[in-house]
């Protein structure tokens, strides 16, 4: 068999590693002149960055290389998260990234550019940088992070598996090189995410890691603002196109959504109607609708902090393993993100007249997540659903006159931000940002010929209805309330946006605004959803201090 | 722990089955029995059936189980090819399908619903039907096919991992139940391809399974037209958009592009500004072009017959497991094919004036296969590349003003059929099809929307730089040749459109029509493949016939 470079190349690295390790296994101390083996200039280095699981010992090892030996790396990291990170660039290890979400290191990313430090080779939807690593950004290296090993290099990567699995394919199936830290190192695993067949070298991590509640939303800061869109979308949008699959957003929209299923849903009849299947991380807010039986199928990108003894109680709803525990899949959780859902609800940072919105303003420029992919309409999409061909036959916009379905994407959005900046704009930052960046294309986070509706506390507007580039820009500003977008809407055409239902007020909906209030939430604060839990569900601690003055502002 | 009744259910099926096994591994001879343990009435029951590996042994003993015990399966399945398969429906054991290829079998299944024996919950394109895995189509239970498998039970999956990976994840996740069916038991596997962690029962498969040679094509067989079509795309297309990752089709068009890579398209100075990185199943047609170091990187939705050493050998080509054997992914490949790549290239039976396309006539119905997903616009695509960039500054469709890239999507196709079938058409036979079988829309393979360019003999359509429907249909006439639809085309525009690079034919191009002849295939038969690939391309002895008169016929 006539051997590839590649190959040799991959034989090379792990022979002068050798030196450094025991078996499969890294001696601590050594970890740093084992990255240097392994490791040359150029190369492509998939760092794992999850939300909750991050490859940090390696990372803060990587960081420390000597840069005579290892530079000019090209760095592939879904989410930057912390300072060890930014360090890999910050000392000249690395000057090149492909990256999805950045948060707020995202702006520190725009300085290094412009200091002439790093270039941003791509920003990614995470599924779309997912399919790269199997193209044109292959790793040569990858540095995972799992929770426990056997002896052997099996790997338990538990309730945050997330991303693990493609990275590692993506990595061992073209003689690149899998470095694992790992927690522990255990006799047998409580089950085997990664078999070791797929692992060339692991270390011990005896750091404590750090790791953030993100998706934990406390009922008791959900405002009646939120509760009143939060009606209007279940009644006016999920009722009416009985939406059975979805994602749902992270923040406090889509909380008191999901706390208003097993209350004014319930009421309304809708319960087995919308909401049974999603692709969600297991929120703490949607305890109350599992239990009612309202939810019933849940596949999760990843894990949440607290969550792991209430999804071992409910395998019948969250994806476990043999050992009761969940077993998260960032990529699978995507794809069905892109074409098993009906509908994508999530929260933006400005809108502008035509519907495109954005995250990523001048203040700053955290990437785009997952939010395109869940927000896009998928024109390869052939199979039908009640609701997508609903949203089909409503949707004006054809490019040809085929009847299609559609995906139906909610941006929920109060008309003002915290601070009173306006949501709604007359043209986004991301254009300057553009210019000011030199980037090819403005960074918007979902284009608005995806976008179906918009919901702001005034009411919703149906962009699908919208005949005219005219009706479109009205029905937006019909809903954009006291902002300078919202001032200039044409009175005149107000009522007949709300008799074709493009525009629709809670008046409309029989939604009295009064009745917006915590009375409906089927938790009003994290001790309900723990009793809600059996128990089992347990928040961090600073979840459950007393409510002071400055958190109980109210989102 | 409060064990869900899912879970429950699990553990009574396979205590119930154990009668019948040993440890793991089901008794051959009970394996029917063991069956009727494991699946109980209304199951979702996902059959792997990929274009290379099936389940066979355990669909065979499906089609026989009591009907009395088991009935009214809906079984989840992304290729049907065999007759097994249908038994299991002409039996009545299963009455619902979920699909997305099903070959020759599609007509029988339009059959099977007028018969009121089968209800087609849906048709699919691959990727989306295992998005469904995860939200609404999870399987209860998964027939698997594996190559070997040790006595715990993990498995090589080998060259045709194809979609095992994910239908197991899935079901194993989920507490659903995974049966295996291996052709061979070792002591120690090449490579651990699943871990035996997520797999419940296995049994040995001792008949030789069929595998057939679906994607290769004889050299000798490609005509001069194809050889001219493929000069206009590899000068007209790949070389003006610079496009440098891409998937093609399986047909005998995209195979003559490919021969001519190492010398039509060299000769142009495309070496490494074209075609480096592809989305392919290992084509022997792309032999020369890898030797030639014009293909450096290919990722393989799955295996193909003949191939496995020539694969071996160029590890740097091909995605490797650490046993040097291929090692592909049907999910990730697709993915690939959705987010990754800048163009599509693919063959059609019937294209419309509007330019929607579909392989689905009034003769046959055989699903989407990848096609939809490979020729899609993917909306959420935010990274750039020059010929994504390009073919977006070029369109003229945008619903609004925001500049955008566009994924390139390339019908290629002969103006008429063999048999004199014309290929262009006013109306699809989909929309026939869409009455007769009372199906919500009409079954169309890749929407005009999304097709950029039309190649046939006569010259290239370029849909992206029309500015109206008019300007469009006129387009597509004028590439249509002497088909009725041709025929009506406006002459008097025609100047208009060649000024515009609408339309370009063979001369624009300063392509001579009589300099496509096969001296300019790298290969001129599957001999000289075997040659080139040093002796390590072992095609099916079919191949190597001499080629008599009934096959000379040139494609």
Redesign the interface.
Known sequence: ???????QNKISRVNRASAFMDGKWIIENNLIDCLECFIEPHDKICIEGNNQKQALLLSEALAKVNIEKINNLHVLQSTVLFPAHMLIFENGIANKI?FSYASVYGTRFAELVQEGKLTI?????F??L???Y???L?PRVCLISAEKADVEG?LYTGANTEETP?II??T????GIVIVEAKEIVKKLP??DI????VDALVLNRNPSPIKALFTRDPAKISNTKILMAMMVIKGIYGKYGV??LNHGVGYSTCAIELLLPTYAESLGLKGKICE?M?VNPLPTLIPAIEAGFVK?I?SPGGEVGMNEYV??????F????D?SL?S?R???Q??G????DLFAGATLQVDI?G?STTITSERMPG?GGA??F??????????SESW?LAGRENK?H??Q????KKLVLQIVETFQPFGIPSFVETLDAFDIQKKMNL?????MI????VTHIVTEEGIANLLLCQT?YEREQAIRCVAGLTPVGLKRDKMIIDELREKRIVTYPEDLDILRESATEDLLAAKSIHDLVKMS?GLYDPPAKFLKKVNESTRYKQ
């Open positions: 068999m006539n051997q590839s470079l590649l190959k492909d080779n791509g920003m990614h939807t599924l779309e997912y399919s790269r199997f193209i044109d292959t099996n493609t394919e993506a061992a199936f073209k003689d089950r085997i078999p070791s067949d797929w059975n699959r299947y692709v199928h596949v071992k109680s409910r395998p019948d709803v994806f476990t393993g043999r009761g077993r899949n990529c699978y959780a794809m069905a892109l074409y098993a859902i035509y495109n785009f395109p992919n927000g896009s309409n998928a024109n390869a999409r052939r199979h039908c061909l916009n490019f040809n085929i009847p299609k379905g090819p294309l403005a960074p918007i284009y608005g010929e995806d580039a059996n």
